[in-house]
Protein backbone atom coordinates (compact mmCIF):
# COMPACT_ATOMS: atom_id res chain seq x y z
CA UNK A 1 0.00 0.00 0.00
CA UNK A 2 1.06 3.70 -0.59
CA UNK A 3 1.06 5.82 2.20
CA UNK A 4 -0.70 9.08 2.37
CA UNK A 5 1.09 11.89 3.77
CA UNK A 6 -1.47 14.91 4.16
CA UNK A 7 0.51 18.27 3.41
CA UNK A 8 -1.23 20.99 6.59
CA UNK A 9 0.13 24.23 5.10
CA UNK A 10 -2.75 25.33 3.90
CA UNK A 11 -4.70 25.01 7.36
CA UNK A 12 -1.66 27.14 8.54
CA UNK A 13 -2.81 29.59 5.94
CA UNK A 14 -6.38 30.05 6.98
CA UNK A 15 -5.45 30.42 10.67
CA UNK A 16 -3.11 33.22 9.56
CA UNK A 17 -5.37 35.07 7.46
CA UNK A 18 -7.90 35.78 10.59
CA UNK A 19 -4.98 35.30 13.36
CA UNK A 20 -5.57 33.50 16.57
CA UNK A 21 -5.42 29.44 16.82
CA UNK A 22 -8.74 28.83 14.66
CA UNK A 23 -8.51 26.00 12.87
CA UNK A 24 -6.12 24.61 15.12
CA UNK A 25 -3.51 23.28 13.25
CA UNK A 26 -1.94 21.12 15.98
CA UNK A 27 -5.74 19.62 16.46
CA UNK A 28 -5.77 19.00 12.86
CA UNK A 29 -2.69 16.61 12.49
CA UNK A 30 -3.93 14.88 15.42
CA UNK A 31 -7.59 14.38 13.53
CA UNK A 32 -5.39 13.24 10.49
CA UNK A 33 -3.82 10.52 12.00
CA UNK A 34 -6.78 9.38 13.87
CA UNK A 35 -8.65 9.45 10.65
CA UNK A 36 -5.89 6.94 9.33
CA UNK A 37 -3.98 9.18 7.29
CA UNK A 38 -0.33 7.83 7.82
CA UNK A 39 2.07 11.13 7.90
CA UNK A 40 1.98 14.79 8.60
CA UNK A 41 3.93 16.91 5.76
CA UNK A 42 4.64 20.77 6.20
CA UNK A 43 6.14 23.06 4.37
CA UNK A 44 8.09 26.02 5.83
CA UNK A 45 9.44 28.69 3.75
CA UNK A 46 11.39 31.77 4.84
CA UNK A 47 8.15 34.94 5.46
CA UNK A 48 6.37 31.71 7.40
CA UNK A 49 3.42 33.13 5.69
CA UNK A 50 1.47 29.68 6.34
CA UNK A 51 3.55 27.19 8.38
CA UNK A 52 5.59 29.20 11.39
CA UNK A 53 9.00 27.73 12.31
CA UNK A 54 7.30 27.26 15.88
CA UNK A 55 4.57 25.39 14.03
CA UNK A 56 7.43 22.51 12.97
CA UNK A 57 8.80 22.44 16.82
CA UNK A 58 5.21 21.75 18.57
CA UNK A 59 4.17 19.35 15.49
CA UNK A 60 7.02 17.42 16.79
CA UNK A 61 5.02 15.99 19.79
CA UNK A 62 2.06 15.64 17.89
CA UNK A 63 3.15 13.50 14.82
CA UNK A 64 3.05 9.91 16.05
CA UNK A 65 3.01 8.63 11.82
CA UNK A 66 5.40 9.84 9.59
CA UNK A 67 6.84 13.47 10.13
CA UNK A 68 7.71 14.93 6.71
CA UNK A 69 9.37 18.49 6.19
CA UNK A 70 9.94 19.81 2.56
CA UNK A 71 11.50 23.09 2.12
CA UNK A 72 14.82 24.59 0.03
CA UNK A 73 18.12 24.05 2.54
CA UNK A 74 19.00 27.31 3.30
CA UNK A 75 20.71 27.57 6.56
CA UNK A 76 17.40 28.40 8.53
CA UNK A 77 15.59 25.30 7.12
CA UNK A 78 18.61 23.00 7.73
CA UNK A 79 18.63 24.28 11.29
CA UNK A 80 15.12 23.77 12.07
CA UNK A 81 15.62 20.43 10.22
CA UNK A 82 18.46 19.69 12.59
CA UNK A 83 15.90 21.04 16.01
CA UNK A 84 13.07 19.01 15.08
CA UNK A 85 14.48 15.85 13.54
CA UNK A 86 11.27 14.48 11.60
CA UNK A 87 11.02 11.11 9.83
CA UNK A 88 11.78 12.82 6.30
CA UNK A 89 13.21 15.98 4.85
CA UNK A 90 12.23 16.62 1.34
CA UNK A 91 14.51 18.97 -0.33
CA UNK A 92 13.10 21.34 -2.93
CA UNK A 93 14.02 24.49 -4.81
CA UNK A 94 11.75 26.57 -4.26
CA UNK A 95 12.39 30.37 -4.65
CA UNK A 96 11.57 32.71 -1.83
CA UNK A 97 8.41 34.28 -2.53
CA UNK A 98 7.58 31.34 -4.39
CA UNK A 99 3.30 30.82 -4.08
CA UNK A 100 4.41 27.06 -4.74
CA UNK A 101 6.73 24.46 -6.04
CA UNK A 102 6.89 24.98 -9.41
CA UNK A 103 10.40 22.48 -10.58
CA UNK A 104 12.54 19.66 -9.49
CA UNK A 105 16.02 19.77 -8.19
CA UNK A 106 18.86 20.14 -11.58
CA UNK A 107 20.57 17.40 -9.33
CA UNK A 108 23.72 17.68 -11.96
CA UNK A 109 24.12 20.92 -11.27
CA UNK A 110 23.76 21.06 -8.19
CA UNK A 111 25.54 17.83 -7.13
CA UNK A 112 27.78 18.98 -4.71
CA UNK A 113 25.72 20.79 -2.75
CA UNK A 114 23.18 18.29 -2.33
CA UNK A 115 25.19 16.05 -1.13
CA UNK A 116 26.64 17.72 1.46
CA UNK A 117 23.46 18.45 2.80
CA UNK A 118 21.83 15.22 2.29
CA UNK A 119 24.89 13.73 4.33
CA UNK A 120 24.37 15.91 7.30
CA UNK A 121 20.51 14.98 7.56
CA UNK A 122 21.37 11.28 7.31
CA UNK A 123 24.52 11.68 9.97
CA UNK A 124 21.38 12.93 12.09
CA UNK A 125 19.29 9.66 11.17
CA UNK A 126 16.25 11.66 8.97
CA UNK A 127 15.46 10.09 5.53
CA UNK A 128 16.15 12.08 3.07
CA UNK A 129 14.43 12.89 -0.30
CA UNK A 130 14.44 14.97 -3.78
CA UNK A 131 12.15 16.94 -5.68
CA UNK A 132 13.06 15.71 -9.03
CA UNK A 133 11.13 16.09 -12.66
CA UNK A 134 10.33 12.88 -14.26
CA UNK A 135 14.43 12.65 -16.21
CA UNK A 136 16.60 10.16 -16.49
CA UNK A 137 19.67 12.35 -15.85
CA UNK A 138 18.03 14.37 -12.64
CA UNK A 139 17.14 10.63 -11.26
CA UNK A 140 20.37 9.60 -12.17
CA UNK A 141 21.78 12.57 -10.46
CA UNK A 142 19.72 12.35 -7.74
CA UNK A 143 21.37 8.97 -6.80
CA UNK A 144 24.79 10.44 -7.06
CA UNK A 145 23.88 12.48 -4.10
CA UNK A 146 23.48 9.83 -1.92
CA UNK A 147 19.89 10.43 -1.24
CA UNK A 148 17.49 8.03 -0.05
CA UNK A 149 14.49 8.70 -2.08
CA UNK A 150 13.32 11.17 -4.64
CA UNK A 151 9.87 12.86 -4.95
CA UNK A 152 8.27 13.00 -8.21
CA UNK A 153 6.66 16.42 -9.20
CA UNK A 154 3.54 15.47 -10.73
CA UNK A 155 1.84 18.76 -12.03
CA UNK A 156 2.62 17.89 -15.36
CA UNK A 157 0.91 14.23 -14.89
CA UNK A 158 -1.92 16.19 -13.47
CA UNK A 159 -2.45 18.51 -16.09
CA UNK A 160 -2.67 15.85 -18.45
CA UNK A 161 -4.87 13.90 -17.13
CA UNK A 162 -7.40 16.49 -16.43
CA UNK A 163 -7.36 16.83 -20.46
CA UNK A 164 -8.09 13.24 -20.73
CA UNK A 165 -4.56 12.70 -21.88
CA UNK A 166 -3.09 9.27 -19.96
CA UNK A 167 -0.48 9.01 -21.55
CA UNK A 168 0.53 11.69 -19.96
CA UNK A 169 1.64 9.17 -16.78
CA UNK A 170 4.36 7.48 -19.73
CA UNK A 171 7.27 9.45 -18.33
CA UNK A 172 6.83 8.81 -15.01
CA UNK A 173 6.57 5.09 -15.75
CA UNK A 174 9.87 5.15 -17.18
CA UNK A 175 11.20 7.29 -14.01
CA UNK A 176 9.84 5.04 -11.35
CA UNK A 177 11.54 1.96 -13.17
CA UNK A 178 15.07 3.55 -13.62
CA UNK A 179 14.22 4.78 -9.83
CA UNK A 180 13.90 1.09 -9.07
CA UNK A 181 16.72 -0.15 -10.80
CA UNK A 182 19.08 2.52 -8.90
CA UNK A 183 17.89 1.62 -5.59
CA UNK A 184 15.78 5.10 -4.90
CA UNK A 185 13.02 4.99 -2.82
CA UNK A 186 10.04 6.72 -4.77
CA UNK A 187 7.17 8.98 -3.63
CA UNK A 188 5.35 11.86 -5.29
CA UNK A 189 3.66 15.00 -4.90
CA UNK A 190 1.85 17.94 -6.40
CA UNK A 191 -1.93 18.42 -7.92
CA UNK A 192 -2.71 14.70 -6.97
CA UNK A 193 -6.26 14.31 -5.94
CA UNK A 194 -9.22 12.67 -5.92
CA UNK A 195 -9.60 12.38 -9.57
CA UNK A 196 -6.07 11.06 -10.06
CA UNK A 197 -4.19 9.29 -7.60
CA UNK A 198 -5.75 6.12 -8.13
CA UNK A 199 -4.48 5.78 -11.82
CA UNK A 200 -1.07 7.14 -10.66
CA UNK A 201 -0.84 4.70 -8.15
CA UNK A 202 -2.01 1.84 -10.13
CA UNK A 203 0.34 2.62 -12.88
CA UNK A 204 3.80 3.72 -10.69
CA UNK A 205 5.40 0.46 -9.73
CA UNK A 206 7.44 1.04 -6.05
CA UNK A 207 5.28 4.05 -4.87
CA UNK A 208 6.06 4.26 -1.18
CA UNK A 209 4.52 7.70 -0.32
CA UNK A 210 2.08 10.73 -1.95
CA UNK A 211 2.26 14.20 -0.54
CA UNK A 212 -0.96 16.03 -0.99
CA UNK A 213 -2.29 18.64 0.79
CA UNK A 214 -3.86 21.44 -1.91
CA UNK A 215 -6.74 19.54 -3.35
CA UNK A 216 -7.25 16.95 -0.34
CA UNK A 217 -8.16 20.03 1.64
CA UNK A 218 -10.32 21.48 -0.66
CA UNK A 219 -12.03 18.23 -1.49
CA UNK A 220 -12.82 17.86 2.52
CA UNK A 221 -14.63 22.00 2.43
CA UNK A 222 -16.09 20.20 -0.37
CA UNK A 223 -17.12 16.72 0.99
CA UNK A 224 -18.02 18.24 4.19
CA UNK A 225 -20.14 21.68 3.66
CA UNK A 226 -23.46 19.88 3.70
CA UNK A 227 -22.78 18.15 6.72
CA UNK A 228 -21.83 21.58 8.41
CA UNK A 229 -24.26 23.52 7.14
CA UNK A 230 -27.24 20.94 8.37
CA UNK A 231 -25.82 20.95 11.93
CA UNK A 232 -25.68 24.95 11.88
CA UNK A 233 -29.34 24.39 10.55
CA UNK A 234 -30.27 22.12 13.52
CA UNK A 235 -29.14 24.53 16.17
CA UNK A 236 -30.90 27.16 14.34
CA UNK A 237 -34.22 25.51 14.77
Known amino acids: ????????????????????????????????????????????????????????????????????????????????????????????????????????????????????????????????????????EMIEGAKKTGTDRIELYTEAFAHEYALGNKNGIDPYVKAAILANDLGLGINAGHDLSLDNVQFFKQNIPGLLEVSIGHALISEALYLGLDNVVNMYLQKLK
Not at 109 to 126: A, D, S
Open 1 to 136: MTKLSVNINKIATLRNARGGNVPDLLKVATDIQNFGGQGITIHPRPDERHIRYQDARDLKAIVRTEYNIEGNPQHNFIDLVLECKPDQVTLVPDAIGAITSSAGWDTIKNQEYLTEVIQEFQRNGIRTSIFVDPIA
